[in-house]
């Protein structure tokens, strides 16, 4: 069974920086794309930034610009920096993983922006 670990989350206000790290119980190599999702109360989840085994990574258009996914190898880690944070970035944000049979989530971490 496939674990994701994240940490990172917690409270700060507009303008701030926020570094969410997630780690699997296997190599990140293995699985096809990593990446982060977000749910706030009362809405549906949804992508934030997602980074493939090769090739380029992917961010929504609310993250461009301000959050950067990227891949730590030595330490099996993926990082998502938050950057200019904005109380609608407030959400329990998960970390995603793709690899045949199927996906797998993290358990969620916290995220909130004081305005």
């Known amino acids: 069974q496939v674990q994701l670990v994240e940490s990172g989350g917690g409270l700060v206000q507009a303008g701030g920086s926020l570094r969410l790290s997630c780690t699997p119980s296997?190599?990140?190599?293995?699985?096809?794309?990593m990446g982060w999702y977000r749910q706030a109360p009362g809405k549906q989840r949804e992508l934030v930034a997602t980074i493939p085994r090769y090739g380029s990574t992917n961010y929504a258009d609310s993250a461009k610009g301000r959050f950067t996914i990227s891949r730590d190898n030595a330490k099996n880690t993926v990082y998502l920096q938050m950057n200019s944070l904005k109380p609608e970035d407030t959400a329990v944000y998960l970390c995603?993983?793709?690899?045949?049979?199927?996906?797998?989530w993290g358990q969620g971490t916290q995220v909130t922006v004081s305005s």
């Open positions: 296997g190599s990140i190599f293995s699985f096809n794309a």
């Open positions: 995603w993983a793709d690899r045949f049979p199927g996906a797998y």
